[in-house]
């Protein structure tokens, strides 16, 4: 009797004993939002050949596709270039920022997010950490196409300040809604067949190349109001050129939401990736 009492005390040593002075704290989890966000941009300097891609991706379409349809087509006295211009700038944060999922995806395979995982701070700190180095990604690419903004007569220093805002809450959209996709998937192949049938959808949709106003087809004019990408072009839209389908608080009101909805939507699906 005493050997078996002496070995439930032994067992009852070994039990490691977890108390609330172990949790992390808020600024536990702040540096942990930090390390990963830090993670992203290092991760971001180091790919030169992704930045430049995705800066002239935009810029063949404006200069390229814009000259040749510019040539036949203005819009309400606007050149076609200058018209499509915030919409390009919208498809550059949408086409990075969605597509930042993937690294989900690639650290998976090489076992990097498992690491992360394990780290002693929350699953939600994590996802913000990512979403805030994807955003400062895209955000510095937007940067430097909107300093080409003065080649298409747009000299307004306001609503450039101002469509930078626009651009942030649709990035943070874009980037929680591609890590929410990337949740799902441990293929890079079905990633990207996935975010092909999200992405190219809510582009075309969205305004960027045409006007939405009452002209489009009925059943088109619905679907497009229905796109909260036609609300960042919108708001762009009237920032930067002076005119807009939608009030612009309507606009900027519009794709918060979406944003919110994005970001809590992004965070659960990460708090339950296995």
Same mark, same amino acid.
């Not at 050997?3 to 942990?32: C, N, Q, Y």
């Not at 395979?109 to 498992?114: A, F, G, Q």
């Not at 049938?197 to 106003?213: E, K, Q, T």
């Given at each position: 009797?005493?050997?078996?009492?002496?070995?439930?005390?032994?067992?009852?040593?070994?039990?490691?004993?977890?108390?609330?002075?172990?949790?992390?704290?808020?600024?536990?989890?702040?540096?942990?939002?930090?390390?990963?966000?830090?993670?992203?941009?290092?991760?971001?300097?180091?790919?030169?050949?992704?930045?430049?891609?995705?800066?002239? &991706?935009?810029?063949?379409?404006?200069?390229?596709?814009? /000259?040749?349809?510019? /040539?036949?087509? &203005?819009?309400?006295?606007?050149?076609?270039?200058?018209?499509?211009?915030?919409?390009?700038?919208?498809?550059?944060?949408?086409? *990075? *920022?969605?597509? $930042?999922?993937?690294?989900?995806?690639?650290?998976?395979?090489?076992?990097?997010?498992?690491?992360?995982?394990?780290?002693?701070? &929350?699953?939600?700190?994590?996802?913000?950490?990512?979403?805030?180095?994807?955003?400062?990604?895209?955000?510095?690419?937007?940067?430097?196409?909107?300093?080409?903004?003065?080649?298409?007569?747009?000299?307004?220093?306001?609503?450039?300040?101002?469509?930078?805002?626009?651009? $942030?809450?649709?990035?943070?959209?874009?980037? &929680?809604?591609?890590?929410?996709?990337?949740?799902?998937?441990?293929?890079?192949?079905?990633?990207?067949?996935?975010?092909?049938?999200?992405?190219?959808?809510?582009?075309?949709?969205?305004? !960027?190349?045409?006007?939405?106003?009452?002209?489009?087809?009925?059943?088109?004019?619905?679907?497009?109001?229905?796109?909260?990408?036609?609300?960042?072009?919108?708001?762009?839209?009237?920032?930067?050129?002076?005119? *807009?389908?939608?009030?612009? !608080?309507?606009?900027?009101?519009?794709?918060?939401?979406?944003?919110?909805?994005?970001?809590?939507?992004?965070?659960?699906?990460?708090?339950?990736?296995?």
């Amino acid at each position: 009797m005493a050997k078996k009492h002496t070995k439930g005390k032994a067992k009852a040593a070994r039990t490691p004993i977890v108390s609330d002075d172990d949790a992390p704290t808020f600024r536990d989890e702040l540096m942990g939002v930090y390390a990963v966000w830090y993670r992203e941009f290092k991760v971001f300097q180091r790919e030169k050949s992704r930045v430049v891609s995705s800066i002239v &991706s935009p810029l063949m379409w404006l200069f390229l596709f814009g /000259s040749g349809v510019g /040539s036949a087509v &203005s819009i309400s006295g606007i050149g076609y270039q200058k018209f499509i211009y915030p919409g390009i700038l919208t498809m550059a944060v949408l086409f *990075s *920022s969605v597509f $930042f999922g993937l690294y989900i995806v690639w650290d998976r395979k090489l076992d990097v997010l498992k690491a992360v995982l394990v780290a002693p701070v &929350s699953r939600t700190s994590i996802f913000f950490g990512k979403a805030l180095g994807g955003c400062t990604d895209v955000m510095l690419q937007a940067c430097i196409l909107l300093l080409v903004a003065p080649l298409f007569g747009i000299l307004n220093p306001g609503g450039i300040l101002l469509s930078l805002l626009f651009l $942030f809450i649709t990035c943070l959209a874009m980037v &929680s809604m591609g890590l929410a996709i990337g949740t799902f998937f441990e293929s890079l192949e079905g990633f990207q067949i996935i975010s092909t049938f999200v992405v190219f959808p809510l582009f075309f949709l969205s305004g !960027a190349l045409y006007p939405v106003g009452d002209n489009l087809p009925a059943w088109l004019r619905y679907v497009v109001r229905l796109n909260p990408l036609t609300y960042t072009v919108d708001g762009m839209r009237g920032l930067l050129l002076g005119t *807009s389908t939608f009030p612009i !608080a309507l606009d900027l009101g519009a794709i918060s939401l979406f944003a919110l909805l994005m970001i809590l939507v992004g965070g659960f699906l990460f708090n339950r990736m296995k």
